[in-house]
């Protein structure tokens, strides 16, 4: 058995073991039952171990590195764009003040739209005043 990635966290560890399962690539990760019993012990070291049968070694280690180059690839790809979208943030927040003035109705009070008036009226006069 060959050593073909170390983890921090079991959760990485057990994901790239399914990744390689799927690709018909036989994995262990090796002390994952001790850990699980005694977590401290392996507490600030890379203790988790994803191995693979010697034949299979060269094909897992293509596979985790394809794997690596897409999630760098789309890192670099969020850094490049801004990163956080500011635009989908203020329509999610709209849509969900939307579902609750739908949900409470008339019983919301506000000083946006006149007594009595409808959650539509409510929503209306809060988009108008965002946006």
């Not at 050593?3 to 036989?26: G, H, M, Q, W, Y």
């Not at 409470?104 to 409510?122: K, M, R, T, V, W």
Request: charged residues 25%.
């Amino acid at each position: 058995m060959k050593t073909v990635a170390t983890f921090l966290n079991p959760e990485e560890a057990k994901v790239a073991r399914s990744f390689l399962v799927a690709n018909e690539i036989e994995a262990i990760i090796a002390g994952e039952e001790s850990l699980s019993v005694m977590p401290h012990i392996g507490m600030g070291t890379k203790s988790y171990q994803l191995m693979v049968d010697d034949e299979d070694e060269n094909q897992a280690l293509r596979l985790l590195a394809v794997v690596e180059e897409t999630h760098a690839a789309l890192r670099a790809e969020r850094k490049e764009s801004g990163g956080f979208d500011t635009k989908r943030l203020f329509l999610g927040l709209a849509i969900l003040a939307s579902i609750f003035l739908i949900f409470i109705g008339n019983s919301y009070s506000s000083e946006l739209a006149p007594e009595g008036a409808s959650a539509a009226d409510y929503i209306s006069c809060w988009l108008r005043n965002v946006f």
